[in-house]
Nanobody, 127 residues
Framework: QLQLVESGGGLGQPGGSRRLSCAASEFTLGYYAIGWFRQAPGKEREGVSCISSRSSFTDYIASVKGRFTIYRDNAKNTVYLQMNSLKPEDPAVYYC????????????????????WGQGTQVIVSS
């Protein structure tokens, strides 16, 4: 079973930053597109950002464009989500997910396309 482990969640201040990490064990992340998703209490899970297997393609939902940056270090088998200018609407459990996509062509924010999921890391925004 492919395992993804998120880390970096915790308390952030409004306007502050946090960096989430998604690390893989037992498989080479460099063949997979990765998506970051989040689910706030009482809301459906939504795609936040995604990146193709070797970073040629990235995408973001409108509400985080210009604030969040997704990037990856395949040598470290890790994908990151740098979250800046945190807003009150950002608190949620953040999940990363992996989809087999060795071609480095595309990634998607559609959660049904992803086969492997992490357990999530919670982000809280409070002053």
């Amino acid at each position: 079973q492919l395992q993804l482990v998120e880390s970096g969640g915790g308390l952030g201040q409004p306007g502050g930053s946090r960096r989430l990490s998604c690390a893989a064990s037992e498989f080479t992340l460099g063949y997979y597109a990765i998506g970051w998703f989040r689910q706030a209490p009482g809301k459906e899970r939504e795609g936040v950002s995604c990146i193709s297997s070797r970073s040629s393609f990235t995408d973001y939902i409108a509400s985080v464009k210009g604030r969040f940056t997704i990037y990856r270090d395949n040598a470290k088998n890790t994908v990151y989500l740098q979250m800046n200018s945190l807003k009150p609407e950002d608190p949620a459990v953040y999940y990363c997910a992996a989809e087999w996509e060795p071609g480095d062509v595309v990634a998607t924010l559609v959660e049904g396309e992803y086969d492997h999921w992490g357990q999530g890391t919670q982000v809280i925004v409070s002053s």
